[in-house]
């Protein structure tokens, strides 16, 4: 199937499709080449239909919220993106259902506004639902495994499929939509009664030390490193001297080691050289393999 027809397909489905797209500037490192087409939609049929397109002509397929844990070649990315927009919040009781696309911020309000505990773990990280479940995200002790009960899916074939959560798989920084080609698209947490002023407390207090420690000045794709076992990452690489090591515009934070940093007009080729001579520094010092928690994606 030729490009133009390709195009011409997915406005077919009711989709605007951009062409070209920086994405750039639809991650928060602010890093990456175009997409050759970029569609976004908050509308479940339109998205089933997407991915059914995109799998049976066997088009590259990326689904992304707001790239806030992406890192995007220089060369962009080949196929289709499919954005899912910020969608609806609902309440019953101790459930809340959130779309994929709404983000982690709102979410921890709209449960705050409700007299709802157990997500305020969550306040300030930088990612949609979606993106946070996809890689069991967490932060101060908590992750959304302890509050995730069941997850609406897409499949690769469009089917809409419903996920306990046992069958979610989580992990440490893992869960089964990064081993099978399944989307999140709702997801429905279980919370507890409690104060909100307490629970706006909690928030509060987590925010101010996101922004104590944390190099929210600069864009960034969150912590750089998944936590080896009995250690954390920021650490090894600050007792290996590379705070503030730099190639290109890419540095690791002077700020928060665990870090890195587009300190102005860095490339995906400046992060990832900096990335392998931090691991091989960490490797060769205390023997540990730091892996990347940041996705890298595209051509």
């Known amino acids: ?98 779309q994929a696309g709404a983000s982690l911020t709102r979410a921890c309000l709209t449960a705050c506004e409700n007299g709802l505990s157990g997500l305020e773990f969550a306040y300030g990280i930088p990612g949609t639902m979606g993106g946070g479940v996809y890689m069991n995200a967490g932060a101060y002790g908590g992750q959304l495994s302890d509050v995730v009960r069941s997850v609406t899916a897409l499949t690769a074939g469009g089917e809409i499929v419903e996920l306990s959560a046992e069958q979610l798989t989580f992990g440490y920084r893992h869960s089964v939509f990064m081993e099978q080609p399944l989307t999140v698209w709702l997801v429905t947490l279980e919370l507890q009664v409690g104060d909100p002023a307490v629970i706006r407390s909690t928030m509060e207090e987590h925010m101010a030390a996101r922004k104590e420690k944390q190099p929210l000045d600069y864009p960034s794709g969150g912590s750089f490193f998944k936590r080896p076992e009995g250690h954390f990452a920021g650490a090894l690489v600050e007792q290996c001297g590379l705070k503030g090591f730099t190639v290109g515009g890419a540095q690791v934070s002077e700020k928060h080691a665990g870090f890195v940093i587009n300190r102005g007009g860095a490339t995906c080729a400046d992060v990832m050289a900096l990335c392998r001579q931090v691991q091989k520094k960490v490797q060769e010092t205390f023997g540990i393999s730091l892996e990347r928690e940041v996705q890298l994606v595209g051509r």
């Open 1 to 98: 199937m030729n490009q133009p027809d390709i195009t011409k397909a997915l406005q077919a489905f009711g989709c605007t499709v951009k062409e070209g797209i920086p994405m750039s500037a639809h991650t928060s490192f602010k890093i990456g080449g175009a997409a050759d087409r970029f569609v976004s939609t908050a509308d479940i049929i339109q998205a089933a239909l997407i991915i059914r397109f995109c799998t049976e002509r066997q088009i590259p397929l990326l689904v992304v919220g707001n790239g806030s844990n992406l890192l995007v070649s220089d060369g962009g990315i080949d196929g289709v993106v499919l954005h899912i927009e910020a969608g609806a919040i609902a309440v019953d009781g101790t459930r809340m259902t959130v």
